[in-house]
């Protein structure tokens, strides 16, 4: 069987961001357990704020199409998602709108998000970890926009302590829970490869 091919991002672009910590650990555990991984930054698609009127004079962006040419191209995602009032980042809900937007000729509705499989997981400076943001995401993911979405997220609290110098987890505990969500996302994705 071909190594599944799996993308990680982090929805966030901030520098030092804790989420894209979480995203380079996932990355790392991904390659360990035999995907292919790609790890891009939403900084490399800048996309305008989401606006019906703004799609119907210039159309989709450039950097939506790339994102959902990029999806397609991959069986599954980790995508790391701080916590911002108990939800998402406005930044991956943009991006999120942007590429759903996109219909292809002879694929069903959603392409970037249907017959794949995607892991979620988060960090935050409080004990829950962004937890309950990842169940405003998750919702958002399954009911929006059809996709299949591992039942274990990965919660990672107090993140001033969540990462060792060489940007590993260090609570064996999370760190062997990450693992283990990674290897049942490779193990789904691997199904559809």
Excluded: C
Excluded at 30 to 42: P, Q, Y
Excluded at 147 to 173: I, K, Q, Y
Aim: charged content about 20%; overall charge neutral.
């Amino acid at each position: 069987m071909a190594a599944p091919k799996i993308v990680v991002l982090a929805g966030s672009v901030r520098t030092g961001s804790i989420n894209e910590k979480l995203a380079r650990a996932a990355a790392r555990s991904l390659a360990a357990a035999g995907a292919e991984v790609t790890h891009i930054s939403l900084r490399d698609y800048p996309l305008p704020l989401y606006d019906a009127e703004l799609q119907a004079r210039d159309g989709v962006p450039d950097s939506a199409r790339r994102l959902v040419d990029l999806f397609l191209e991959h069986q599954g995602a980790f995508v790391a998602s701080p916590e911002y009032n108990a939800s998402f980042t406005p930044l991956l809900k943009n991006t999120f709108d942007w590429m759903s937007r996109i219909n292809i000729e002879g694929r069903p509705p959603l392409p970037a998000f249907k017959q794949r499989v995607f892991a979620l997981g988060a960090v935050s400076n409080g004990a829950l970890g962004g937890y309950r943001g990842l169940t405003q995401l998750r919702a958002m993911m399954e009911l929006g926009l059809g996709a299949l979405v591992l039942p274990d997220m990965v919660a990672v609290g107090n993140a001033a302590e969540a990462f060792s110098e060489d940007g590993g987890l260090t609570a064996p505990r999370t760190s062997a829970f990450l693992d283990e969500v990674v290897r049942k996302l490779v193990h789904h994705a691997g199904a559809l490869a």
